[in-house]
């Protein structure tokens, strides 16, 4: 009777096994300078934001005393574009010195010293995106020693100027060196978004073992037309997805823009919603010096990063669509659960919803439920599974709902 239970247990974990660094059992949250700062190397012109130490460290500032780290928000990654054209003399990559003048590990220090971790980025290739000494399957060793030296906590690895074939060896390859070099570091795979990002030429079992997270799909841009093709990518795409994800796994729709120029707020809500939905990272990429208000109180609302950061790590799913009308579902620990419902329309006039939570499949409570909105931070009412309940979603906007069983007293942040 033992054999068996362990023989099954064994079969489980198998099923659902992740990269073992321990790393990022919940969803990573922190900023990335891709999306907003891109390869802006010109610290002449633009001193404040181009890609070199005084962002990172202006950046580490406000996360360490805006709120942001308390909250969970801790990785600080620098995105391409900050080495230099050439390795040095021992075939190390190096940071630019005139935007990196202490240099990388000093960066980490200062990060450390804050309660921050520090994330940086390599390409499996013979160059970076931008044009940066990538990293070829015979520079991977070097690369991983070089930034375990560095005591840099996150690695993006991205995926120009190889072909599949050098991918396939280069991205587990990467993995075993990190490994090897004794220093836990969070490893983001680009690996699938090259590979179109579906089976059978993406094996997501295989990627869970080596990644701990990984870009599914295309790069976001500074609009909502982005954010509406990258949820329906994964909306569609959700059967093959949504099983790959789990505790130290996760797939990873790209950076959050909220704060940045292109999103009104209620399609700022939407993002971040599909996004705690999806068990995604919170990666922001804004400028947190400036942030507006609003802004920053949608990105630290607590009961949103609750959902994100459920324990149970099941990615959420799209589970009807009517009309302009999408409804997603996610369910977390203790029967709790939450419900997005988007509207996509832009006609102006808030749309009304009526549904109830048996339609949703949420029926295990004889009790009820209690439904609370996330984002008006006001309680709705207790609801039987069957009884029906209105929302009212403005265009292009989302009403998220923390459901939990009636018998708990309060949401729980
Ligand atoms: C992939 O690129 C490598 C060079 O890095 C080359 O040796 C190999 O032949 C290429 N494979 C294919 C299938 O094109
Ligand atoms: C390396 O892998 C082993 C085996 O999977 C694991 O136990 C260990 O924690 C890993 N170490 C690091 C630093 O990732
Ligand atoms: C996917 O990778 C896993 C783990 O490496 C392997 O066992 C499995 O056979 C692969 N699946 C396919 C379809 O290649």
């Known amino acids: 009777m033992h054999l068996v239970s362990l023989g099954i247990l064994l079969a489980l974990s198998a099923l659902c096994s992740s990269l073992d660094n321990g790393l990022v059992r919940t969803p990573p949250m922190g900023w990335m300078t891709w999306e907003r700062y891109r390869c802006n190397i010109d610290c002449k012109t633009d001193p404040e934001d181009c890609i070199g130490e005084h962002l990172i460290k202006s950046i580490a500032d406000k996360m360490a005393d805006s709120g942001w780290r308390e909250l969970g928000y ?15 003399s021992n075939g190390r990559l190096q940071p630019d010195p005139d935007r990196f003048p202490s240099g990388i590990k000093a960066l980490a220090d200062y990060l450390h ?29 070097i690369d991983a020693e070089t930034f375990a030296s560095w005591e840099v906590d996150m690695l993006k690895f991205d995926g120009c100027y190889s072909n599949s074939s050098d991918k396939a060896l280069g991205y587990p390859k990467m993995s075993a060196a990190l ?27 295989l990627l869970g073992s080596i990644c701990n997270m990984w870009r599914n799909f295309d790069d976001i841009e500074d ?32 950076m959050l823009i909220t704060g940045d120029f292109g999103l009104s707020y209620e399609q700022s809500k939407s993002q971040l919603a599909i996004w705690a939905i ?24 607590r009961l949103l990063i609750y959902i994100n950061q459920d324990s149970l790590g099941k990615q959420g799913k799209r589970v009807a669509k009517a ?30 919803f009526t549904t109830n939570l048996a339609l949703l499949n949420i029926t295990e409570c004889t009790f009820g439920y209690k439904l609370y909105d996330v984002f008006d931070e006001e309680f709705l009412g207790t609801v039987k599974s069957e009884e029906p309940f209105v929302v009212t979603i403005a265009p292009t906007g989302v009403v998220l709902l923390f459901v939990h069983p009636a018998s708990t007293k309060h949401h729980p942040v």
């Open 323 to 352: 009309g302009s009308l999408e409804v997603w579902t996610r369910e977390l620990v203790n029967e709790q659960y939450a419900v997005a419902v988007l509207n996509k329309g832009t006609d102006g006039l808030p749309k009304h």
């Open 278 to 301: 999806l068990a995604a990272p919170l990666i922001m990429s804004n400028d947190l010096r400036t942030i507006s208000q609003d802004a920053k109180n949608l990105l630290q609302n």
């Open 223 to 254: 609009s909502w037309a982005s954010v509406l093709s990258i949820i329906e990518w994964f909306a569609v795409n959700q059967d093959a997805l949504q099983p790959a994800a789990g505790p130290g796994r996760w797939n990873d729709p790209d």
């Open 74 to 88: 801790v990785y600080i990654s620098i995105d391409d574009c900050w080495s230099l054209k050439h390795r040095d």
């Open 179 to 205: 490994n090897a070099t004794g220093r836990p570091i969070l490893y983001s795979c680009s690996w699938p978004a090259y590979e179109g990002g579906l089976p059978p030429k993406v094996n997501y079992t």
């Open 113 to 141: 010293a804050r309660g921050l971790k520090l994330g940086i980025y390599g390409d499996m290739g013979t160059y970076t995106c931008g044009g940066y000494p990538g990293t070829t399957l015979d520079t991977i060793k």
